[in-house]
């Protein structure tokens, strides 16, 4: 049966990992615990956010995981990235062959960290059961298919995390099985057909919605036809003063802006909170 509530948990980089928990604080706070979904859906920093959170932890240990990796690459490497990933998600909207491209490229650029750094920022995560309740997505390197991780895939929490996470040309594609994964927000930076099997989703996107590129379109229709299908999908949207934050997406790697957006986001739950708990039930 249908029914259930769902938390979408897009991509966004710092600034995004920031505003989703600085708004589910708040929210929290206000009596709508998001914690408390039957699915959560994480992508790129959605997944390091809904990881913590599904897990019933505070979700400000992604936070912790952030100052971490801040800590291993300089202010240039992450501006580096943010341009990258932006880049990735315009050529990602050209096809499977775009996506083995980006991750061909992804393969051959020396990264800010190696692979086993990388795993180390999200120490945090590592040795944690999967929760039954979260999903979480990847791109397939040799592939360029999109892979949606549950308790069933027999995959290592902070390892699904870690690959959902990485960036192309900045961060490395991770191992698992053999195979090397890389962000799972390439073609959509939330992946809510992921979610298509509940009823009421909250689905949160660290970008406005009406951006031209590819990727947004792809949302959209994703949006369209959750919808379409019955689902009562509320999206909320960063506000005005975190997309200023985030430089409109350039600046969205940099993890100095986590605190602030961290800031943003639990006042912007203010604002939310009677949408979101009339929603979520």
Known sequence: MMDRNAVVLGGGGAVGIGWQTGLLTGVAEAGCDLSGADVVVGTSAGALVGAFLACGAEPSGALRALATMGQAMTADQLAQGSSALLSAMAQAGQGTGALRSIGRLATQCPMAVDEETFLGLVADLAGRPWPARFRCTATAVDTGELVVWTADSGVELHRAVAASCAAPVVLPPVTIDGRRYMDGGLLSHVNARAAADAERVVLLSCFPLDQPLAAFQTVRQEIAELRTS??????????????????????MMNPALAEPAFTLGRRQANIEKDRISASFR
């Open 230 to 251: 019955g689902i009562a999908l509320l999206t909320v949207e960063p506000s005005p003063e975190v997309v200023a934050l985030g430089a409109g997406g350039p600046a």
